[in-house]
Structures are given as C-alpha cells and as structure tokens.
C-alpha cells in the first residue's frame, strides 16, 4: 500500500516540494498487452483497435505516477471507434469523389484545409478531457481563429522570412497547446520567449553547418572517401534530431506553470541518445518486438527527468463544469494525420 | 479471508477538488449485492456510502496499474456520517449543499489491490466472470502463441497477400492508369529531360530496329522515346513511353544490347511493375501504420520497414522483367 506522505505535507502552505513523475510501466508487461492488442486488431480487421487503443493509453497514464497518484486515461472504446468509421468513411468519400471529378476533388481539399483548426481543437479538447489526475479532468479550449494562425499562418511567415520567425511559429505553436490547456479550472502558463526558441534554432543550424564544412574538407582533401560522406549525412540528421528533442523538451517543461507550480526537466544528450539508439538496435534486430518495450524504455526516461517543483498545497484544484465532446475531432486527426 | 468481511484499503477522491483521502470498501451482503466506502478525513468525521453492487464501475484489470472503481451518487444513496460541513482545504461545504453537488459528479476509489478486486467480482458476479483480457495478457502460453501468430500473419501478408492485391488491382486498373501516368513524361520533359541531341540516321536506325517488335506488344502502347539531359539509362513508364537517353544508345555495343534492354523494359511494362511497386508501397505504410498503432513516435522507424520492403520487391520485379 502506498503511503500517504501527500497528506502531511499538503498542510504545509508555504513549503516547496519537489516531486518527481514516475512511471512504474515493464516493458514485458506492456509487449503482453501489446501482442495481443495486435492479434486482436488483425483478427477482427481493425475493429478492435479502439479497445486496442484505449487499453494501451491506459497503460501509459495509469502507471505514470505524481505524487502517489496515478494519471487516468477516461475514453470509453465505442466512442472511439464511432469516430474512427466515420473518418475512414469520410476518407473513402474523398478519394472516390476526388478521382471521379478532380474539381469536386480541389474544392473537397480546400475545404479540409479550412476545417482542420477545426478539427485540431476538437481533437485536443477530446483528449484533454479524456486524461485526469486524482480525479479532476483536464481542459483544453481555443478558438478557430488562433488555431489558423498556430497551424498555418505563423509557420508560412516562417519559411516566408527564410527561418527567422521559424523560432516564433513553434513558440506560438506551443504557447497555444499549453496557454489552453487547464486542469480543472485552473489554466497552464507558457513562459518561453522567443529568443529561448532562437537560441536551440541557431545551435541547429550550426551543427548542421559544422558538418558540411567537416564533409566538405573531407572530400576534397581525400575524393576517394566521398562514398563515406554519408556518414556524416547520419551524424547531422541523428545529432539534430537528439539535440532539438532535448533542447525543445527541456524548454518546454521548465516555461510550463499551473498556479504556482513549475515544472522542470533534464533532459541530456548523452542519455537521451543512449536510449534512443539502443532502442532503435533492439527494434531492428527484434524486426519489430522490441518496440512496445522500447516505448515503455523512452517513457520512463523521460519521466524520470521531469519535476514538479509544488509551492503549496496539490489539493486545491478543483474540477471545471462538464461538457460533451466527440471523438470525433480526434479521430479525423488520425486518419487525415494532423499528428500533433 | 471470509468473504463477508472483506476489507480492501485504497484511496478515495470526490472529482470535486484534487485531494485524495484514504478509504475502504468493504462487502456489506454478498447476497443483497451491497456495499461499504468508508472514507476517513483526518480534518473531520469520516463519511460513509451504502453502496450497490450495481451501480459501480469497475475498470478491467490491465497489469498491475492501479484499479479504479467509479460511481454516481444519485437521489437513493445513502450518505451517512456526521458533521457534512466539514472544512476541506479552504472549500467549504454546507450540509445540504454538498449532497446536491456530487450527485452528477463522478466518484472514484483507487486501490492497488487488484487482487482483492477480482475476488470481490468473484464472490457477487460469480467466477470467472471478470478479465478475459487480463487473462489472455498474462498467460504466457498465449502470449508466445500470439507473438508466433502475429509474425507468421504478418509474414504471409508482406510476402503473399500484398504482392498478389497489388498484381490484382494493378491488373484491372490498366486503361485507367494509362491515362494517368501519360502525363509524366510531359513533366520529366518540362523538369528533366532535353530533346535528343543524337543524329537523325542514328534514330532512324534505332527506330527501324524497335518498332517492329514493338507493334507485337500493341496492347501495352509502346512508344519509343530519345531524350538527352542524363547519363545512360533505360526505362518505361507506365503510359507505354519508353525512355532511352542519348548516352545509353552511345554506349550499346550493338544491337543486341539494345534490343535486350529494350525488351527488358517491356517486360515492366507488360508486368505493370510501377503501378504494382506503388501500390506495394502504399500497402506497406498501412500495414506499418496497422500493427503498430497509432504510435507515431520515431516516423524514421516505420520507413525503413516500408524500405526494406519496397528494394526486395524491385529486384523481384527486375527478374520478372528479364522473363
């Protein structure tokens, strides 16, 4: 039985807590689960991956533990999968419309174009919704208006001025995810500035400019190893990927505020590319077992570098009115892969 | 343990506030199907909620997460225990007013005692009756047999079923497809490719030597094309265009290289290897993107299978062609 240090300590207003996220998954217990899921999906040809889907989502937030509570995850399956019929059936309409009358097809994707804010503020209402902590909902609500720009707008300004507002595009991104989103009744606060986004841009951007001088010095003092260029090629792409996903993690977490609570996470290159690269040799030679462990693996890194750090008492959050959102919204989010 | 006093300890939160307080359920009457959640509050006196059996929900087990049993509060629940305007963290209660509001809110208990769950499932359902999921997840015979399965499925999908449907469909869907890849050398033309720099007798000459074969292969369309703009190369798109650039035509030795390499593109074209190679494609995706879920962690991950795949298949078609 756990103990309950969360009590005692809540009583102490002026104290300041850190507390670690946990997460208590076993990569054999979840490739159970997993194989399974995946039978199942192909046995009943896909109409079980919502359960599929909702058992594994359970899986990850009920053993991701704050404070000696766990995370809930609350979507039932029958919504999920009416949601997803209807966005495979939506899909298939498109495609037949689309080859059948290419115009009827343009004007089907313009309107898309223009429904997907839509759709993207649908889908992260409904997941936000569906996830709670000690039994108080999460929220999420934006307008169409700040979604069009957060996922249009801003990126096209991005590329339009050659990068330099590509650091503002994700900020805005990220101030919109975070900004909207609310525990219970209390909304989340994004701090990060714009420079903090520039600054991981520019050490980006040198890296990759350091490796091409590196390649190009290479092949022209020694043309005969010019095949080996592509090494490099590697370093840049995997070096990039480790460092932006760090940089950006960590950055993120530590400009995430609710009330007068931080957050905090540590994030390093070293361990990161550690687990990312030993993950990836184990899906490999595995063909493929190895992913659901290799999940539970990233997971529980990750998790292991994020604080809380709790000024005052967890216990004063309380739950905001009840609303009904569709699966809808996320669901068109997986088929049309919004992906965000 | 009898089952009449079964005790199970856990936590206990009103979905009104965020705070956790300790409770126990217990079996009241195994026949009457009811319950007891007694809840303690160090602050106050603790509440009590008769409870029935039915009108619980309880999660199904899933490993060893923590078991959540939810329910509502309505009109005929009894809530005993003294003291209802009990002072909890700065939100004050009154009497009635407490009772109204958590009617529509959920409840819920937590408790680590999965176990004790399932037998108390057990003893009022009857057993038997709870985790068919959870049974299939833990038995380790099962789960080698459905890892076997999923593989030898999967295999047979990736080897049989997706390059037999990309044959099928390729197949029926040849007038149509014609029309729509016949554009792309008109866009290999605008991007790519120049006008042939070869000398007139020289294209003659190849021309003389093609196209009597050619028109044996009437249904396919073939059309011989010269282009300059790439090194030597050789090939055919689905449309019927075949492509031979200038420095292929210079480097045949004779023409027998030429003919051979020119019949080897007819063979793509008569297999409909593009069009069975892009629909292969689009199938592996779906497959990946299938079994895998909707996880879409590491995208470098599911292209490669999708890679692999697509390059095993092309030599594949490469020996088909040489038929």
């Given at each position: 039985?756990?103990?309950?240090?969360?009590?005692?300590?809540?009583?102490?207003?002026?104290?300041?807590?850190?507390?670690?996220?946990?997460?208590?998954?076993?990569?054999?217990?979840?490739?159970?689960?997993?194989?399974?899921?995946?039978?199942?999906?192909?046995?009943?040809?896909?109409?079980?991956?919502?359960?599929?889907?909702?058992?594994?989502?359970?899986?990850?937030?009920?053993?991701?533990?704050?404070?000696?509570?766990?995370?809930?995850?609350?979507?039932?399956?029958?919504?999920?999968l009416k949601g997803r019929i209807i966005a495979v059936a939506a899909l298939i309409a498109y495609s037949v419309i689309s080859s059948a009358s290419p115009t009827a097809g343009v004007v089907l994707a313009v309107i898309l174009v223009l429904a997907i804010p839509y759709f993207v503020n649908q889908a992260l209402a409904f997941n936000h919704r569906m996830s709670a902590y000690k039994n108080i909902q999460f929220r999420f609500k934006s307008?169409?208006?700040?979604?069009?720009?957060?996922?249009?707008?801003?990126?096209?300004?991005?590329?339009?001025?050659?990068?330099?507002?590509?650091?503002?595009?994700?900020?805005?991104?990220?101030?919109?995810?975070?900004?909207?989103?609310?525990?219970?009744?209390?909304?989340?606060?994004?701090?990060?500035?714009y420079r903090d986004y520039g600054i991981i841009f520019l050490i980006c951007l040198a890296w990759i400019l350091g490796l091409v001088v590196i390649a190009g010095i290479i092949s022209f003092l020694a043309p005969q190893l010019e095949s080996f260029v592509v090494i490099?090629?590697?370093?840049?792409?995997?070096?990039?990927?480790?460092?932006?996903?760090?940089?950006?993690?960590?950055?993120?977490?530590?400009?995430?505020?609710?009330d007068t609570h931080e957050f905090k996470a540590d994030l390093t290159l070293g361990a990161y590319a550690r687990v990312l690269l030993t993950n990836m040799f184990l899906i490999i030679i595995t063909l493929g077992l190895y992913f659901p462990a290799a999940k539970v693996r990233m997971t529980n890194y990750i998790a292991s570098c994020v604080t809380m750090r709790a000024k005052g008492s967890l216990d004063n959050f309380a739950a905001a009115e009840k609303e009904n959102i569709s699966a809808l919204g996320e669901e068109f989010g997986q088929v049309f892969d919004f992906g965000i | 343990m009898e089952i009449g006093f079964m005790e199970i300890d856990g936590h206990y939160l009103d979905g009104e506030t965020s705070k956790r307080v300790p409770a126990r359920l217990t079996i009241t009457s195994v026949d009457e199907r009811s319950l007891t959640l007694n809840v303690k509050s160090p602050d106050a006196a603790a509440q009590v909620f008769n409870l029935d059996y039915d009108q619980l929900t309880i999660q199904s087990r899933l490993g060893n997460t923590p078991r959540e049993i939810t329910f509502y509060l309505d009109a005929g629940t009894d809530v005993g225990g003294?003291?209802?305007?009990?002072?909890?963290?700065?939100?004050?209660?009154?009497?009635?007013?407490?009772?109204?509001?958590?009617?529509?809110?959920?409840?819920?208990?937590?408790?680590?005692?999965?176990?004790?769950?399932?037998?108390?499932?057990?003893?009022?359902?009857?057993?038997?009756?709870?985790?068919?999921?959870?049974?299939?997840?833990?038995?380790?015979?099962?789960?080698?047999?459905?890892?076997?399965?999923?593989?030898?499925?999967?295999?047979?999908?990736?080897?049989?079923?997706?390059?037999?449907?990309?044959?099928?469909?390729?197949?029926?869907?040849?007038?149509?497809?014609?029309?729509?890849?016949?554009?792309?050398?008109?866009?290999?033309?605008?991007?790519?490719?120049?006008?042939?720099?070869?000398?007139?007798?020289?294209?003659?000459?190849?021309?003389?030597?093609?196209?009597?074969?050619?028109?044996?292969?009437?249904?396919?369309?073939?059309?011989?094309?010269?282009?300059?703009?790439?090194?030597?190369?050789?090939?055919?798109?689905?449309?019927?265009?075949?492509?031979?650039?200038?420095?292929?035509?210079?480097?045949?030795?004779?023409?027998?290289?030429?003919?051979?390499?020119?019949?080897?593109?007819?063979?793509?074209?008569?297999?409909?290897?593009?069009?069975?190679?892009?629909?292969?494609?689009?199938?592996?995706?779906?497959?990946?993107?299938?079994?895998?879920g909707d996880v879409s962690s590491v995208d470098l991950l599911t292209a490669l299978p999708t890679l692999i795949l697509d390059l095993s298949y092309s030599r594949e078609f490469e020996s088909e062609a040489d038929l």
């Open positions: 039985m756990e103990g309950n240090s969360s009590f005692e300590a809540g009583e102490g207003s002026s104290s300041s807590r850190e507390l670690s996220f946990d997460f208590k998954g076993v990569g054999l217990e979840y490739f159970k689960i997993w194989i399974v899921n995946v039978l199942l999906t192909i046995l009943t040809l896909g109409i079980y991956s919502a359960w599929a889907k909702v058992r594994s989502h359970r899986y990850f937030y009920s053993n991701l533990y704050l404070d000696g509570s766990n995370f809930r995850y609350l979507a039932e399956p029958l919504t999920i307008s169409y208006g700040e979604a069009f720009m957060v996922l249009y707008i801003w990126p096209l300004l991005g590329v339009l001025t050659l990068g330099i507002l590509y650091p503002m595009a994700i900020l805005k991104l990220s101030q919109y995810t975070v900004r909207n989103s609310a525990y219970g009744t209390t909304n989340f606060d994004f701090k990060a500035t490099p090629g590697m370093l840049i792409y995997f070096g990039l990927f480790i460092y932006f996903t760090v940089a950006s993690v960590n950055l993120f977490y530590r400009s995430t505020v609710l | 003294k003291n209802f305007g009990a002072k909890h963290s700065g939100i004050e209660a009154e009497a009635g007013a407490a009772l109204r509001k958590n009617i529509t809110t959920r409840q819920l208990f937590v408790t680590d005692n999965n176990d004790a769950i399932d037998e108390l499932i057990g003893a009022i359902d009857g057993p038997g009756s709870s985790g068919l999921l959870h049974k299939l997840e833990s038995h380790l015979g099962l789960i080698v047999f459905a890892t076997l399965a999923t593989i030898a499925i999967i295999w047979g999908t990736i080897v049989y079923g997706i390059p037999t449907a990309a044959k099928i469909i390729a197949y029926q869907m040849a007038g149509f497809v014609t029309e729509q890849f016949g554009g792309s050398l008109d866009l290999l033309d605008k991007t790519l490719f120049e006008p042939s720099n070869l000398q007139e007798d020289q294209l003659a000459h190849v021309r003389e030597l093609v196209e009597p074969y050619l028109r044996s292969h009437e249904d396919l369309h073939p059309k011989l094309n010269f282009r300059a703009g790439m090194e030597a190369n050789a090939f055919a798109l689905p449309g019927g265009d075949i492509v031979l650039t200038d420095e292929f035509v210079k480097l045949a030795e004779n023409d027998e290289e030429l003919l051979a390499v020119v019949f080897h593109e007819l063979g793509h074209l008569k297999y409909r290897h593009i069009t069975r190679r892009a629909l292969q494609g689009s199938m592996i995706t779906l497959l990946v993107v299938f079994v895998t």
